[in-house]
């Protein structure tokens, strides 16, 4: 995590993982829920994305999927990102990849 110089964000975040288990995992982990408990609501523009070297040409929907599940079982988490004034990414609420 560190701020973004150049950008128009100031600060910004990286996370790697070994495949979408993982990723699950990092997303719905208590740390990470409280992370946007606490920092969302201090945020008025948010982007988020997903890179990956995985061939798999469904991988994008996979990924939605996760967010999807995400935002299912925290519909407080889903009300967060929701609310958020600027949001870009693939893990918006409803959002389909």
Avoid at 11 to 16: E, P
Avoid at 29 to 53: Q, Y
Wanted: no cysteine; glycine share 10%; hydrophobic share 35%.
């Amino acid at each position: 995590m560190g701020r973004d110089f150049g950008g128009d964000y100031e600060y910004s975040a990286i996370s790697v993982v070994e495949d979408l288990d993982g990723y699950e995992e990092m997303m719905n982990h208590p740390a990470h829920l409280e992370i946007d408990r606490l920092g969302l609501p201090l945020v008025e523009k948010f982007m988020s994305f997903d890179i990956t070297d995985d061939p798999d040409p469904e991988m994008g929907a996979k990924i939605a999927a996760i967010h999807q599940r995400r935002y299912d079982s925290t519909p407080d988490i889903a009300g967060l990102v929701s609310d958020l004034g600027d949001y870009t990414g693939s893990a918006a609420p409803g959002r389909r990849a």
